[in-house]
């Protein structure tokens, strides 16, 4: 009898083990595109699964996309606050205002809305909002990035320290792209999150000094769809001496969306070189690969035998295993390999225990593993125990009456040599008397 179990996982990373490399071990290959961005990660972002990458573990300075986590956090900090609550914005906000940052165009005693406040961090890159937003939630300009770094660590950010809410350089001011990829994909499942980052333009309350609103804009995004890259639906740029041209945008065709984040694209090339990289990425992949399953679901992989077990297993997957291939890829070429924990498996076995990995490969390259726990205990059949203790029981038996048919068989020869001995000397003696 045969038992079907589902795999069960280890959530990031841990389950799909992602393969990251650079160069052409990337599962997407784009380091022959001519990209001007000196780090970068391409994700997906409902898996979280890394596509290609550049130094994507390096300590980078983020520029403003420091500014994602800024939103996030204060949208998370106002929870149920309407955003349309207003606020007047207090002089502090301006005092220490680096003349150096990015503003939105607010000033001292506008009366704003918050959503204002928050397009006008995220549309324009405005510190003058960071520090607005982060005054209404601490009563100072500068404290709500101790809430950033709090969010940081508690969503898995464990190579990242922020020391202000802009993003201005700071030597300690430091994440990586593995980071900024986890807060993006993190900020994108809220639903307020995800629709500023997504604004091309927005106008605000009306404000003395501009009696219409302020009209924010992505400019980014707007150059992005100026260029023709329609795919890039939401950036967040940054632009400091450290980060040079950064940028974080997320892109969507027919089927999938991806995630791509780079820094360090130099001042002296092309104006947007940044934008330029991303839009070359995301036509490349929609132009070039596909989402396909390298297996079906429920289909048995391999059945494992358990040594006493009530039952053996069949691995097998509840879920389709999707990757990324070429347009043009051969579903022969896709290999299925499971690598055993051990050499036998022995019932009883705990729950959650380790059997080993499924490896997928196309042409020879690793595109995922997965590692195989079973998710429940493996019993111990004691009827297969007794049927095994009974075998060898026989087989003790069966050698015991072997000994003792040839112990007879001794006996007997003995006993016939000593009889037929004894009779022999009956008849000399028979002889001598006669």
């Known amino acids: 009898m045969k038992q079907k179990i589902v795999l069960t996982f280890l959530l990031l990373t841990a389950t799909l083990l992602p393969i990251k490399a650079d160069g052409n071990h990337d599962l997407i290959p784009i380091y022959d595109l001519d990209l001007q961005s000196q780090n970068y990660i391409l994700v997906d972002p409902k898996t979280g699964q890394t596509l290609a990458e550049k130094n994507h573990d390096a300590s980078i300075h983020p520029a403003s996309i420091t500014k994602v986590l800024t939103v996030i956090t204060a949208i998370e900090a106002l929870g149920e606050t309407s955003l349309d609550t207003l606020y007047t914005i207090p002089p502090e906000v301006f005092e220490g205002l680096d003349p150096i940052a990015s503003v939105a165009g607010f000033q001292e005693g506008d009366q704003v809305t918050l959503n204002d ?5 995220m549309l324009p890159s405005g510190a003058d909002a960071t520090r607005a937003i982060s005054s209404y939630l601490t009563q100072d300009p500068e ?17 990242s320290h922020f020391v202000n809410t802009s993003g201005l350089d700071d030597p300690k ?42 009209e924010l804009t992505n400019e ?90 009530r039952t053996d297993f069949e ?6 295993i999707m990757s990324y291939l070429p347009k043009d890829y051969d579903p022969k070429d896709i290999k299925i390999e499971f690598i055993s924990s051990q050499k036998e498996f022995e019932a009883p076995l705990p729950k959650d225990f380790k059997m080993g990995e499924v490896r997928f490969n196309y042409k020879g390259k690793q595109l995922l593993e997965k590692e195989v726990i079973n998710n429940e205990i493996i019993k111990l059949s004691y009827l297969k125990v007794a049927f095994e203790a009974s075998k060898i029981i026989g087989f003790i038996l069966a050698v015991g009456l072997g000994i003792l048919g040839v112990v007879y068989l001794i006996y007997r020869q003995w006993k016939d040599y000593r009889d037929h001995k004894y009779y022999l000397k009956k008849l000399d003696r028979r002889s001598r008397k006669d």
Do not use: C
């Open 117 to 121: 406040l928050l397009h006008g961090i």
């Open 173 to 214: 001011h430091l994440t990586t792209l593995d980071d900024l990829a986890l807060l993006l994909r993190y900020a994108l499942e809220n639903p307020t999150f995800e629709s500023i980052y997504k604004t091309e333009t927005y106008l605000t309350s009306s404000t003395p000094s501009h009696p219409n609103g302020i």
């Open 220 to 309: 980014s995004l707007s150059v992005a769809h100026q260029k023709g890259y329609t795919m890039i639906k939401g950036a967040k740029s940054g632009t400091t001496d450290l980060a040079e041209r950064a940028l974080s945008s997320v892109a969507e065709d027919a089927s999938q969306s991806y995630i791509f984040i780079s820094t360090n694209a130099p001042f002296e090339n092309r104006l947007y070189t940044q934008v330029i990289d991303h839009g070359t990425v995301y036509q490349h992949v929609i132009e070039n690969y596909q989402y396909v399953p390298l297996l079906y679901k429920n289909t048995t992989i391999q059945t494992i035998p358990i040594k006493h077990g």
């Open 315 to 320: 691995i097998w997957f509840k879920n389709d």
């Open 143 to 159: 404290k709500l990035v101790v809430k950033m770094n709090r969010l940081a660590q508690r969503i898995g950010m464990k190579n």
